[in-house]
């Protein structure tokens, strides 16, 4: 290119000079001093004038020149300019042609010496050029194919593929008994629960309306080995189209399929295994705290494509980020996540920076807007399960436990923005990250009938509480991570504060629902490059929803609390206020490529079902191996 850029030179200094030169016809022989015209070219070409590197060696010639760039650019990159023996350049000086042509041919000299250089150059290098013309060829060749068939200028495809292997197995002295209506079964009771005259025997006259009976007592460890035992193989797919248009914004979709419904590993088993707050309106459906954070199932139909996010994201002013979306997470809205565990998720519940009830998994039309500055950040937004809905009002159903002329909401099919059954939550965080550690405190109000508040994260009762009421919800999260691999961990703690006030003619159990007072907590370590770089190991321990406190008052059912073995709505709290378990889970990460990472994992539950197992023993064991492709 320099070579190019010497040629064209040429001819412009050349014209440039060429007004300021004066003709030879315009000239009286007599004015013409040959031997100096010789000599000047002679000197010239010689060296005798002062070869310069820099404009700045001309004592005469200044910045504010009209010309100075010019020059500057003859002398300091070509190379072609001498000046006077005393420093001088005489730019003012008319020159003639003769001159003119000896410093053009001075500037065709160097212009010469480069050419001879280039020349030398390519022979020397001729085979090296050559592959590199092949390569050449070759890139515009597959840049061309692609430029065919690409699919999208703006957006690129990520995806996910985990398989999971596995299986529970739990145990305990825990004991129930199996209560059937007409062959169909209706619940299943803690055995403490049935007065001891009705055990193992039929007492068709249960409740007043419904012919009810009592079968026999069962070890609780052994039904729930019999309903959610057997090992099992699930999936997940999640495919993501991320798409910006001005290079600072995101459009996300997210597709993604599944298994994972009828599996302890997923949020919900057709299964009761003896649970009393695992029933909701007469439907069995068992929320296992052994749901893993990559589960998923679109309704009831296994291998389903769902859309599972579509948000757009982009910066308004200075620091100023606005999410909008028909199906968008809380998490999408957040400016800060404050938990660096894990890097492999296993477990739904330490996913949740310690806090389920204010970091919950709420997924629905939403809106929110951060800011940040520096480390600092705020963060605000509104998500709302079943905004898409138009049908404002709930449905009234009867109560089943609740005499029959008793009704409750049914929102199955209503909702909208900011409506009794809206299932919405609101969220407001602030928080600090530096290069190494990060805290944040957060406040959330859910609504009732928010069905995934703490589904999969928390014990049957604190599940239940969740949809009886309006929750609010508080959290406080950090987390701290080496600067180096090494034996010190990444440390990640969090703790949270959930208060539910009941609804209108919210009942649990029978009595009267009032309110209730729910907390959780978690600790995880991760260590990075174990035994092998880029393999990862790590551990969590913690507490899902656990009730700490419980008011319920009057009685809807004087019979069926008699038959539960409480007689007053104290006895009941005093029973079930104890709702806690502890969670435990250990991985280690095998990272085969950098696409495929491969993870064996063990968790321990103590209580799964909460305050079914006090003064008794009830634990679940689990071991998985997952397997996940990155593409």
């Not at 055995?191 to 007043?208: L, T, V």
């Not at 290079?247 to 993604?256: E, H, I, T």
């Not at 919405?424 to 602030?430: F, P």
């Not at 929750?471 to 600067?483: D, F, G, R």
Request: proline residues 4%; hydrophobic residues 40%.
């Amino acid at each position: 290119m320099k070579l190019f850029q010497r040629l064209l030179v040429a001819p412009a200094a050349l014209g440039l000079l060429a007004p300021a030169a004066v003709k030879a016809s315009e000239l009286h022989v007599s004015e013409l001093n040959l031997n100096g015209v010789s000599d000047y070219a002679a000197n010239f070409s010689d060296g005798s004038f002062e070869q310069v590197t820099s404009i700045t060696q001309f004592s005469d010639v200044y910045p504010t020149d009209w010309a100075y760039q010019a020059l500057s650019n003859l002398i300091e990159r070509y190379g072609c300019v001498a000046g006077y023996p005393n420093g001088t350049y005489r730019g003012n000086r008319a020159m003639t042609r003769y001159e003119a042509a000896a410093l053009l041919n001075a500037c065709l000299d160097r212009i010469t010496e480069v050419t001879d250089e280039l020349k030398r150059l390519i022979k020397e290098f001729e085979k090296e050029l050559a592959i590199l013309k092949g390569r050449v060829d070759g890139l515009e060749a597959r840049v061309g194919e692609l430029e065919a068939t690409q699919f999208s200028t703006t957006t690129k495809l990520k995806g996910q593929t985990t398989f999971v292997i596995g299986a529970n197995r739990y145990g305990g002295d825990a004991r129930n008994t199996q209560v059937v209506r007409e062959g169909e079964l209706l619940r299943g009771y803690p055995a403490e629960w049935i007065p001891k005259a009705w055990r193992n025997a039929s007492f068709p006259q249960f409740s007043p309306d419904d012919g009810v009976e009592v079968t026999r007592t069962r070890n609780s460890a052994g039904l729930a080995n019999a309903d959610l035992g057997a090992a099992v193989f699930n999936f997940d797919q999640q495919i993501d189209l991320l798409t910006s248009f001005t290079g600072k914004d995101l459009l996300r979709l997210q597709l993604r399929a599944g298994n994972f419904q009828n599996s302890t590993f997923g949020f919900s088993a057709e299964s009761g295994i003896g649970s009393p707050f695992a029933w909701v309106l007469d439907s069995p459906s068992y929320r296992t705290a052994s749901g893993l954070e990559i589960a998923f199932e679109e309704g009831v139909l296994a291998n389903t494509v769902k859309i599972d996010r579509l948000f757009y994201q982009f910066p308004v002013g200075h620091g100023f980020t606005v999410t909008a979306g028909g199906l968008a997470r809380q998490d999408d809205m957040l400016a800060l996540w404050p938990s660096a565990y894990p890097s492999d998720t296993i477990l739904d519940f330490f996913t949740y920076a310690g806090a389920p009830g204010t970091y919950n998994a709420n997924l629905g039309p939403g809106a929110g807007v951060w800011w940040q500055k520096g480390g600092f950040s705020i963060s605000a937004n509104y998500v709302s399960a079943n905004g898409g809905r138009s049908q404002p009002t709930a449905e009234r159903i009867p109560d089943p436990s609740r005499p029959r002329e008793r009704t409750v909401a049914d929102c199955s099919n209503a909702g909208g923005i900011a409506t009794s059954c809206s299932a919405s939550t609101g969220t407001v965080q602030i928080g600090y990250a530096a290069d190494a550690w990060a805290v944040a405190a957060a406040y959330n109000v859910s609504s009732q009938h928010l069905g995934n508040l703490y589904e999969g994260t928390a014990t049957p009762l604190a599940t239940t509480v969740g949809l009886l009421g309006n929750t609010q919800s508080l959290a406080l999260s950090a987390y701290w991570q080496p600067e180096q691999s090494g034996w010190a961990p990444s440390v990640s703690i969090g703790w949270g504060l959930n208060a539910t006030r009941g609804s209108k003619n919210a009942t649990l159990l029978g009595y009267d629902f009032e309110s209730a007072t729910t907390q959780s907590w978690s600790i995880g370590l991760e260590w990075n490059d174990v035994f092998l770089k880029g393999n990862n190991a790590g551990m969590a321990v913690g507490q899902m929803g656990f009730v700490t406190a419980l008011e319920l008052s009057g009685r809807r059912s004087a019979l069926l609390n008699t038959a539960r073995g409480f007689d007053t709505a104290a006895a009941t709290q005093r029973q079930l206020v104890r709702d806690g378990q502890y969670a435990w889970e250990w991985w280690y990460q095998f990272q085969v490529t950098d696409a495929i990472a491969v993870t064996p994992a063990v968790f321990y539950f103590s209580r799964p079902l909460g305050s079914l197992s006090q003064g008794v023993s009830f634990n679940q064991l689990g071991a998985l191996i997952k397997t996940s492709f990155r593409f």
